[in-house]
């Protein structure tokens, strides 16, 4: 049985100052949770499921310590749940931890301005796929650890590092590294050879990059299209970047 102070903490973690104040965040469906479960980038602090989600996973909890497993009835998620319709599992975890990788050695995302959670999370999912292990985002874009991130990123979140930073210093402390802008009018995309390192800069929904980045050493690329569409959509574009400079080496 849940108590008025534990709703009310798993409640709090929808929101940002409260996330980063304790560093932890919240996921739901059974999917996110057991990716999260045997992440070992990820530490759980606590879990909260219908007996019937706890009888069918108990491989996945039977590491776990027997007092942050709580057993709650399903009609209960409402009131502790993000999502219009509830599962059968919460779990609230500590942000995870990585190991640090030479960026000068790999290929990362840059992305400038991503507001809308949908997107950012389905671009950490799709970063996943193509195994690059580190975004860095700047101070404008949604937060790595909304609820609505987390669950457009399918468990990526515990295998991609997301870090939020300024990334005009980022480019200016790794000059020597090349950087990809993608833009609307650039070098056609389909014309280049796969990279093996390197920034992939996406840029806001509808503002495109940054001024300030488009103004350094960097190379404009773009999709080609023959439709009358404005622009792609940002989750779709990162995607088709990643798919033809990363995943054709791979």
Avoid at 205 to 210: A, F, L, M, V, Y
């Amino acid at each position: 049985m849940l108590v008025k102070t534990q709703v009310k903490y798993i409640q709090s973690l929808g929101q940002k100052k409260f996330r980063d104040a304790t560093n932890q965040f919240v996921a739901e469906g059974s999917k996110i949770i057991n990716e999260l479960l045997v992440s070992p980038n990820v530490e759980t602090t606590a879990l909260f499921a219908t007996a019937s989600w706890i009888a069918r996973h108990g491989t996945e909890i039977g590491s776990l310590p027997n007092d942050i497993v709580h057993e709650i009835k399903e009609s209960t998620f409402n009131s502790i749940s993000q999502l219009k319709t509830p599962g059968e599992v919460l779990g609230v975890f500590k942000k995870p931890e990585f190991g640090g990788i030479d960026v000068r050695k790999s290929i990362c995302l840059m992305l400038d301005e991503i507001q809308d959670p949908g997107n950012l999370g389905s671009i950490i999912r799709t970063a996943d796929w193509f195994h690059i292990q580190k975004i860095f985002c700047s101070k404008g874009c949604a937060d790595a650890f909304n609820p609505k991130v987390i669950q457009a990123s399918m468990g990526s979140i515990a295998r991609v590092e997301v870090i939020v930073g300024d990334l005009e210093s980022l480019l200016n402390e790794f000059h020597d590294v090349p950087a990809y802008a993608a833009v609307l009018e650039g070098a056609n995309i389909f014309q280049l050879e796969p990279i093996d390192s390197g920034f992939i800069i996406i840029g806001n929904e509808s503002k495109g990059i940054r001024s300030e980045l488009l103004g350094r050493r960097i190379e404009k690329i773009t999709i080609p299209g023959g439709g009358h569409a404005e622009s792609l959509n940002a989750a779709i574009a990162a995607g088709i970047f990643m798919a033809l400079l990363v995943g054709r080496s791979q």
